[in-house]
């Protein structure tokens, strides 16, 4: 669940990213090392993103920023494509990559494997539904799911 600081960071993101046929696909706002960084995903339907669309987002974002001021420490801001093997988080997520590759990583061991690939079938609220590479059809409690990412075999 995203904090305060990241829904705020969205909801200034959104129409901006939405006036240029965009959308954001994900907020982060966490401290590494000694530094806070704002990181926030852009996403289209279609294609890819390019680094005119992150620019075109990061200046009147950065411009919203410092007027609605959210963030009282100072921070990198970071426009970027989530990229290939990228997180799913939202529901949104689960549905448009329905029946891709995913990578499974649990919070402690499920089946004895900390991670698994499979393929996305359906995900609800308390479960999400994959098929193995065996075939086999398994559902698996949220609870136990640290993270979930697209999986891109190379």
């Given at each position: 669940m995203a904090n305060k600081t990241e829904q705020i960071v969205e909801q200034l993101a959104s129409p901006i990213a939405e006036a240029l046929g965009l959308f954001v696909y994900d907020v982060e706002y966490k401290k590494e090392g000694p530094d806070y960084f704002l990181r926030v995903f852009i996403d289209k339907a279609e294609g890819t993103i390019s680094i005119d669309e992150c620019e075109a987002v990061s200046r009147p974002l950065s411009d919203a920023l410092d007027e609605a001021d959210?963030?009282?420490e100072s921070?990198?801001?970071?426009?970027?494509?989530?990229?290939i093997e990228r997180k799913l988080k939202k529901q949104q997520d689960f549905?448009?990559?329905?029946?891709?590759?995913?990578n499974i990583k649990f919070f402690a061991p499920f089946n004895g494997e900390k991670n698994l690939v499979c393929v996305l079938k359906?995900?609800?609220?308390?479960?999400?539904?994959?098929?193995?590479?065996?075939?086999?059809?398994v559902e698996i409690?949220?609870?136990?799911i640290a993270e979930v990412r697209l999986y891109v075999e190379f």
């Open positions: 959210p963030i009282s921070y990198y801001l970071e426009v970027s494509s989530p990229g549905d448009r990559f329905k029946d891709s590759l995913i359906d995900r609800n609220e308390n479960l999400t539904t994959v098929e193995t590479e065996s075939g086999e059809t409690d949220n609870k136990l």
